[in-house]
Structure formats: structure tokens, C-alpha cells
């Protein structure tokens, strides 16, 4: 602090220089009596405040010390600081690298979909594709509080960001709570999606080059196991939808059939169908018989007499036909007092029948569906492909000394003479 | 009064406060009273890059473009517009202004400093007021205004401001020592609009458009309001302390600009 007025007294030629340029110009413009009056008082004060401290901040009197203690407190130190800071206390920090990209078979490729999508991302414009959402998922995680505490149960933070040697500045404050944690984790992480490929690029900052590659490796770990959690669940979602309805599809099958066989075993006919064509057949051949036997008959009793043994015989034969015949049309058809009647049955069996067709149908579809969502899943499962994994750096990357030795004395230098040049706007009107 | 100062001795600092005070004070008045014609005439500088919102907003709405985030398109490219208004029409009122008001250079205590930061004042005023306007139409519509992150919106709004001043004193000074400079930076204005990323997302683009457009600063504001708006937007461009930086460089340039031609060019 002693320093600061030697030095101010020191260089008067530059103060003047930078505050004289201003005036006289403001002079030669405006009012011719100002100048020498300001350069007279100019003299008197560095005379007057030798050793001491400047009153007041805008006196016009005082205005080149003034800016020039402004300057000295303003950017010199500061930067001086800076670069300092940079030069010989700022620990080195390492980048690691990795590169992924988060791969999702492709969608369903059918013609129609085909052109949706073309006339979707024309009248879209330049929206982000779905190909990249992955990749944002997994770049949201890396940057979240779950991400820390997931990496953290790999990797003990506290003592990566925190080995002794480090400076004071960039290192993890001590006992750090959650939160600063996690906004210190933000701080040495990039991560960044480029737009049109997807590809995901992390890149983590430590104090160790082995530090480094360790937390890029955890970052992909952790990256890996979320992706695989995000395409088990689609997997899973999509297939239990399926299963659930293949296994109530086979529930109906096994019913239909438990429904047929019991009813085959109450009716102890394997199939009425075949009973019944069974049954007419017979029927059928009984007729013809009859017919013949008839026939036969009415030729006999020409020749015969009525009741001569032959033709008794065949009456005989003939009624007995008669008999199974009316039996067997009792049993195709409900004109006998028989309550279950061959058609009665057939009507019954062919409704289970077409229970049983509809619900093997049904099965089939659900199969069918349960095959195509598996097939869907498959396609719509996520990977991450590591295509340049974590490498051990070997320079230190960070702090960019050179160059933030240049950026932060500008930057200062910027809004001092933003607040210098202001201040001498303001005093312009008393010129 | 300075006069009488000077000779009296040094002026203290509330006799100089109040100078630039007065100095001000009575440049915004003739500004709010004049530039329309009329008092209430200022109430067009706010309904022009209102309006100008409005028209764009509804044009958007009405073809039915595609919202790329949040629920609504309304205030998708109300957040996209309303930065580069911002900056725009306050840089450009600031250049028309100090031509405007040049003729007051011949009194003395009225530097071009006084003009812009006069300017600077009023264009403030216009900016809030526009943002409360849009902010009413968007109750009124329904429209639910609330940023994910207020102070980052507000921060955005604050960005794109110090941007419009720092072009705005940047080219002031140049259309002072080129006259036709005016209509080269209105003119140009239409190029930033197109390439400001409010028509597209610009981490979308090719990485090589991408690294010329990073250059672009009404492109940071877009996208900072943007990131400020929609929880889920995450700019792959904006870098804050670049707006932040060329804001500053370009008042602090304007102002280097203006005190070393100060006298050679800017009465002339």
C-alpha cells in the first residue's frame, strides 16, 4: 500500500499521456480557459497528496491520481495476482477424453412410415433428430447429482479433488455437502452431444493424470449401465404387453378344449360329425336293403301264397328294417321322444368347436404379436459404443496459462476503461 | 454554473452528479417529447419492436411451424425473438439517436457520451416495457410465461441489453465519422436476424457451421433465454462470458473510439 504513491509519482508522463489526451481534446472542442486551469491544479495536487490518500473520487483535481490508482487497483494488481496465481501456484489439471455414441438399432422400416418421417423432418426443419435423444439422456445424466453419487460409490471424489499439494483455488473445498459436490462436478466436466452424428464427447479434468482416465472410465461405466437400464426397461415394457396377452389367449385355448373334452366324455362320441355321417351311412345302406328286400317280396308273393314261410320271412326282415330305420332316424333327428339327439349334440360340439378355433386363433395372433414385440425390442434396444476410450493425458491441459495471462488483464483493462472513461465523461461538464 | 465552479475552485462531487443529472434529465425529455412528434407519441417506440414480435410470433403460429421444445409455440418464438429484439432495436435506436440529436453537440456541456448514455436510459425503459407487454399478452393468452430459471432469464434479458448498448455506442461512433453507416448497420441487422438461431437450434447444425456460427454474439442471446426458458434445452454453443465480452469490448472500444477523435470528427 506504501508502494502505490511512488509509484503514481514515478511515471507522471504516462498519467499524463492518458488523461491529458482526453482533456485536450475535450479542451480543444469545447472551452479554450479549462485547460490550463485543470493542468495548473493537475501539478498542485500531485504536490498536495504525496503520501496521502485522494479525497474525493471524481474531483477534477485529483482525477489523474486518481486513475491512476484506479488503474493500479483495478487491473495491475489484479492481473498481477492472476498471473501469479498461474505462474507458480496453480496446480496442473488433466483432461481425459472419451468418446461415445449412443446406437439404437434402427425403427421400423416400412414404406409408409418411411414417408411420414421424410415429410416430418421437412416440415420440421433443423430439429434434432431422435438418433441423438440417447445421447442427450446420457449427457444430462453425466452432468446430474445421480451421476456424482453413482460415480462416487466407484471412486472416492473427496480425495481425487482433494490431494494435498493442490492449490487452494481449483481444489474441492473441504467436507464439500452434496451440492457444492455436485456444482464442483460440473465445473472440471464437458460434455457435449454434436448435433447431427449423436456422438457424445466427456471430458473430465483432475489434478492426476491417472485421476483423469479413472473418471472418464467411471463416467462411461455408469453411461454403460444407464443405457442398459434405458433398453432393458423398453425391452421389458414392450415384451410383458405381449406375454400377458399370449398367456390369457392360452388360457382361452386350454378352456376351449377342457369344454370339448368334456363334453366328448359326457356324449362318449369322439366327434358327432362323424357319428352322424356314420349313422346315415348306415341308414342309408338299411334303406337300400329294405328297398331290395321289398322288391323281392313283391315278386315272391306273386308266386307264393301270403303266408308261405319264404315271404314271412322276408316280412319278417323287412319290418325288422323298418324298425332300425325309424331307430337310426330317431338318433339323427329329434322326431323320437330321446331327449339327446345326434343334431342336438352336433349343434352343442360345433359351438365348442368354434370356441375352440377362435380362441387357437387368438393364440396364434398373440403369439404372433408376442414375436414381433420381441423383434421391436431387439430393435429398439440402445448401445454404447465406446469408439475412443478414456486415455492417460500426459500434458497438463489446464490452467491455460499463457493464454489466461493475456485474457484476464484485457477483460480488466476492458471494464476499467469502460468506468474510466465514463467517470471522465462525467466530469467533461465541468471543463 | 461550471464556470462559476471552476473559478469558485474545485467542484465537489454532488455539483458534478447533478450537472450530468441535468445534462441527462433534459436530453431524455426532449427525446420522449420529440422523437414522435409528440409525448404520447413515445409510446410508438415501444409498440414498434412489440409489434414487430407480435407480427413474427403470429406469422410463426399461424403457419403452424413445428415447436422444437415446451408446450407452446407462442412463447417457444416469443423466448427466440425477444433477445434479438432486444439488442437489435437498441443498438439501432442508439446510432439513430445520437444522428438525430447531433445538432446539440454545439452546446458545449452536451457531449456524445451524454447522448448515448441518454439513449442508453430510454432504450432501458423501452426494453422492460416491452417485456412487461409481451409478458401480459401472454397472460392474456393464457400462456404460461414462468422460465425454468427466473434469474437466468432475467440474466439472458440483461445479456442481450448490454450487447444492444455496446453495438449501439460501437456504431454510434462510427456513423458519426461515416454517415452512411447507419443504413450499413440497419441493413445488417437483417443478416444477424437470419443467422441468430431463431429460426433453428443452432447445436443442430453441422460442426462446421457451428464453429463459424459460435461467432455470431445475438446468436448467444437467443440461446441463453433460450436455456434460461426450457429446462430441458441445453445450448451446445452459448458461452456467456463471449456475449459478455464483446457487450464490454464494444462500450469500451466506442468510448476509446469517441475520446480520441473527440473534436477532429464528431462536430465536424
Known amino acids: ?431 | 454554473m461550471t464556470r462559476e465552479a471552476l473559478t469558485l475552485g474545485r467542484p465537489s462531487l454532488g455539483e458534478i452528479l447533478r450537472a450530468q443529472r441535468n445534462v441527462l434529465a433534459a436530453l431524455i425529455l426532449r427525446d420522449v417529447k420529440t422523437r414522435f412528434g409528440s409525448a404520447p407519441g413515445f409510446l410508438i417506440a415501444i409498440a414498434w419492436p412489440l409489434s414487430h414480435i407480435f407480427i413474427l410470433v403470429g406469422l410463426n403460429v399461424v403457419l403452424g411451424r413445428l415447436v422444437p421444445y415446451g408446450e407452446s409455440a407462442v412463447l417457444w418464438f416469443s423466448v427466440s425473438m425477444t433477445p434479438f429484439m432486444i439488442a437489435s432495436y437498441t443498438s439501432r435506436f442508439m446510432v439513430i439517436g445520437l444522428v438525430l440529436n447531433r445538432p446539440l453537440l454545439v452546446f458545449p456541456i452536451i457531449s456524445v457520451f451524454d447522448i448515448l448514455l441518454s439513449r442508453v436510459l430510454i432504450e432501458m425503459i423501452v426494453a422492460a416495457c416491452v417485456v412487461c407487454c409481451l409478458v401480459l399478452t401472454m397472460l392474456c393468452l393464457d400462456v404460461d410465461f414462468m422460465p425454468a430459471n427466473i434469474s437466468m432469464a432475467v440474466a439472458a434479458l440483461g445479456g442481450a441489453l448490454l450487447l444492444g448498448v455496446g453495438l449501439g455506442i460501437l456504431n454510434a461512433i462510427i456513423a458519426m465519422i461515416i454517415p452512411q453507416w447507419v443504413t450499413v448497420y440497419s441493413l445488417s441487422n437483417i443478416f444477424f436476424w437470419m443467422t441468430s438461431g431463431v429460426y433453428f437450434i443452432p447445436g443442430a447444425l453441422d460442426p462446421q457451421i457451428r464453429s463459424y456460427l459460435y461467432f455470431h454474439p445475438f446468436m448467444h442471446c437467443t440461446e441463453w433465454l433460450r436455456e434460461a426458458y426450457f429446462g430441458g434445452y441445453h445450448s451446445a454453443l452459448l458461452d456467456k462470458s463471449y456475449l459478455l465480452g464483446w457487450g464490454l469490448a464494444a462500450i469500451s472500444s466506442g468510448l476509446v473510439v469517441e475520446r480520441l477523435l473527440r473534436g477532429r470528427v464528431l462536430l465536424a
Not at chain 1, 197 to 215: K, M, N, Q, V, Y
Not at chain 1, 331 to 341: C, F, G, M, P
Open chain 1, 1 to 431: 500500500m506504501n508502494d502505490q504513491p511512488t509509484t503514481v509519482s514515478e511515471t507522471p508522463t504516462a498519467s499524463d499521456i492518458v488523461a491529458g489526451a482526453g482533456a485536450s481534446k475535450g479542451a480543444l472542442a469545447k472551452s479554450d480557459g479549462g485547460r490550463p486551469q485543470r493542468g495548473g491544479g493537475m501539478i498542485q495536487v500531485r504536490q498536495g497528496t504525496r503520501g496521502l490518500i485522494p479525497a474525493g473520487l471524481f474531483d477534477v483535481a485529483r482525477k489523474v491520481p486518481i486513475l491512476w490508482a484506479s488503474f493500479i487497483l483495478g487491473v495491475v494488481i489484479p492481473s498481477l495476482g492472476a498471473v501469479l496465481y498461474l505462474a507458480f501456484i496453480a496446480s496442473d489439471q488433466y483432461v481425459a477424453e472419451a468418446r461415445l455414441s449412443v446406437r439404437a438399432a434402427p425403427m421400423d422400416r416400412t414404406p409408409g412410415a418411411g414417408a411420414a418421417n421424410a415429410l416430418a423432418k421437412l416440415s420440421a426443419g433443423a430439429l434434432p433428430q431422435l438418433a441423438d435423444q440417447d445421447a442427450h439422456i446420457v449427457a444430462e445424466y453425466l452432468r446430474s447429482r445421480a451421476a456424482v453419487e453413482d460415480i462416487g460409490r466407484m471412486l472416492d471424489l473427496n480425495t481425487i479433488f482433494r490431494r494435498p499439494g493442490l492449490d487452494f483455488w481449483a481444489r474441492l473445498k473441504e467436507e464439500p455437502r452434496a451440492e457444492e459436490l455436485h456444482s464442483y462436478w460440473s465445473k472440471m466436466l464437458r460434455t457435449s452431444v454434436d448435433g447431427p452424428s449423436g456422438i457424445l464427447t466427456i471430458s473430465i479434468r483432475a489434478f492426476r493424470p491417472e485421476d483423469a482416465r479413472a473418471l472418464a472410465e467411471a463416467c462411461v461405466r455408469v453411461s454403460e449401465d444407464l443405457v442398459n437400464r434405458i433398453s432393458e426397461r423398453a425391452r421389458t415394457d414392450a415384451v410383458r404387453k405381449a406375454e400377458e396377452e399370449v398367456r390369457r389367449a392360452d388360457g382361452l385355448v386350454q378352456q376351449a378344449l377342457r369344454d370339448l373334452r368334456a363334453f366328448r366324455d359326457k356324449e362318449g362320441i369322439l366327434d358327432p360329425g362323424a357319428a352322424a355321417s356314420a349313422t346315415s351311412q348306415l341308414l342309408l345302406g338299411v334303406i337300400s336293403e329294405r328297398g331290395k328286400l321289398q322288391t323281392d317280396m313283391f315278386v315272391m308273393s306273386r308266386a307264393l301264397a301270403s303266408n308261405a314261410p319264404t315271404v314271412k320271412a322276408l316280412k319278417d326282415r323287412i319290418d325288422a328294417m323298418d324298425s332300425q330305420i325309424e331307430q337310426l332316424r330317431g338318433e339323427l333327428t329329434n322326431k323320437s321322444e330321446q331327449a339327446r339327439t345326434l343334431s342336438a349334440a352336433l349343434v352343442r360340439f360345433e359351438q365348442l368347436e368354434i370356441q375352440r378355433i377362435f380362441a387357437e386363433k387368438l393364440f396364434a395372433m398373440a403369439q404372433g404379436g408376442l414375436e414381433r414385440a420381441r423383434m421391436r425390442a431387439q430393435q429398439q434396444q440402445v448401445y454404447l459404443t465406446v469408439f475412443v476410450p478414456p486415455y492417460l493425458p500426459e500434458e497438463a491441459r489446464y490452467p491455460e496459462r499463457l493464454a489466461m495471462s493475456l485474457v484476464i488483464p484485457l477483460g480488466l483493462m476492458v471494464l476499467w476503461s469502460i468506468f474510466a472513461l465514463t467517470g471522465l465523461a462525467i466530469e467533461d461538464h465541468l471543463t
